[in-house]
């Protein structure tokens, strides 16, 4: 796929992403919707076209380019010494998280109980630890992707990973805007591949949309966090005064 389809495509999913259609992108450029369909059918838009779409959206080009892309060139892993800085240290890690998702400096200044001088302080320690780079104006890029995982068994995980697991876990979901679902039941190894299988699927999907959504204002969006995981559960056998014989 050439650098214009992936400009395009990237186009449409955030339209479709943000329920924008052809008829409203039209009507914001003073064209009719057949030439605004016709544009994106002959991939004939000068970057004057291109720029003008990018702003009706509040979508910077380059973040456009970012996202088709694929944040392919950013770290998708921190170092053991990176997570054990974050780890020491929750409110940094909050920060991290807030510009993970693309909080700027006045953002988080406007919506959390913290001064300028301090959250300035904070990034510039993300700064030094290489996972952000403060930019003039106090603008922040990451140094790390996105999508970057936590080590199964890391400073992260293993300092916090079962408080924050509680925590989420702790309420109804349906009471605060979620959805919750468990099942269980006897699955052959070949079935349960196929539903991990499913589970990568719906991460990457998760990602993408994220991405998709990661420029919007802050007041429009929100973190949400999915739980996801299948495995034996021998355990539940014993919770429910089952024990297996002895052969």
């Known amino acids: 796929m050439s650098n214009t389809d992936l400009l395009i495509t990237s186009l449409k999913r955030v339209m479709k992403a943000r329920g924008i259609t052809y008829a409203e992108l039209a009507e914001a450029l003073n064209l009719s919707e057949a030439s605004v369909k016709r544009l994106f059918s002959d991939k004939s838009f000068t970057l004057q076209r ?7 959206l509040e979508l910077d080009f380059f973040e456009l380019a970012l996202i088709a892309r694929g944040e392919t060139m950013a770290t998708n892993e921190m170092t053991l010494e990176q997570e054990q800085i974050l780890a020491d240290d929750l409110q940094l890690l909050g920060i991290f998280y807030l510009v993970r998702n693309n909080w700027q400096l006045a953002d988080i200044v406007a919506r959390y109980d913290l001064t300028e001088p301090a959250c300035l302080r904070l990034l510039i320690r993300l700064d030094r630890a290489g996972l952000i780079e403060v ?7 990451l140094r790390v992707s996105r999508h970057v995982k936590h080590r199964a068994y890391g400073p992260i995980r293993m300092q916090h990973g079962e408080r924050l697991t509680n925590d989420f876990l702790s309420v109804r979901f349906d009471e605060h805007e979620g959805y919750f679902e468990f099942v269980g039941g006897d699955l052959s190894a070949a079935s349960a591949l196929i539903l991990q299988r499913k589970l990568d699927q719906l991460a990457a999907e998760f990602y993408e949309l994220s991405a998709l959504d990661i420029h919007l204002p802050t007041r429009e969006r929100a973190l949400y966090g999915v739980v996801m995981g299948i495995r034996p559960w021998r355990s ?4 429910c005064g089952l024990r297996r014989r002895k052969n």
């Open 50 to 56: 291109l720029d003008d779409i990018c702003q009706w």
């Open 236 to 239: 539940v056998e014993e919770m």
């Open 135 to 141: 930019l003039p104006d106090n603008r922040v890029r």
